[in-house]
């Protein structure tokens, strides 16, 4: 709950309405953050909550959300894009077998200020991503075709 009390107020700062479709989405972001879920998820579980949220509400809720650097959003080239509560300093870890993203905690990897003075560079957003097979798929008897090492 205080994750949802912080995204609440991070809304009311950046000026924006407490919707009952956008506090329906924000609920399954945080109920399925673990999952990393995609729009079509979140739409389907908000459904749950909120009779008569469109596809289009939910995606347009996210960009927003993204925008305002309340949620991430993890865009890849092979698989829908995914969302996460967690904006703090973290590794990805995704598995390339069932797509599951599961979040690895660390201390800062590399200070932002350090890279400024140094660079001149301004960084304004990170991420990290590990691929690879979780232990469910890398403990699978592999199939004709298969292309895990």
Do not use: W
Not at 59 to 87: A, H, P, W
Request: charged share 30%; net charge positive.
């Amino acid at each position: 709950m205080l994750v949802k009390k912080l995204i609440l107020q991070k809304l009311r700062e950046k000026g924006l309405k407490i919707t009952p479709q956008r506090l329906a989405i924000i609920e399954v972001l945080m109920e399925k953050n673990d999952d990393h879920p995609g729009a079509g998820a979140i739409y389907r579980e908000a459904q749950k909550k909120r009779k008569g949220i469109s596809l289009s509400t939910v995606y347009s809720t996210l960009g927003e959300l993204s925008r305002q650097g309340i949620v991430k959003t993890l865009q890849f080239d092979q698989m829908e894009n995914r969302y996460e509560g967690n904006v703090g300093e973290h590794i990805n870890l995704i598995c390339k077998g069932c797509g599951k993203i599961v979040d690895y905690e660390t201390p800062l990897l590399i200070d932002p200020a350090k890279i400024a003075k140094k660079t001149g560079f301004r960084m304004l957003d990170s991420r990290l991503e590990y691929y690879g097979y979780c232990r469910e798929c890398a403990n699978r008897p592999k199939q004709k075709g298969d292309k895990r090492q």
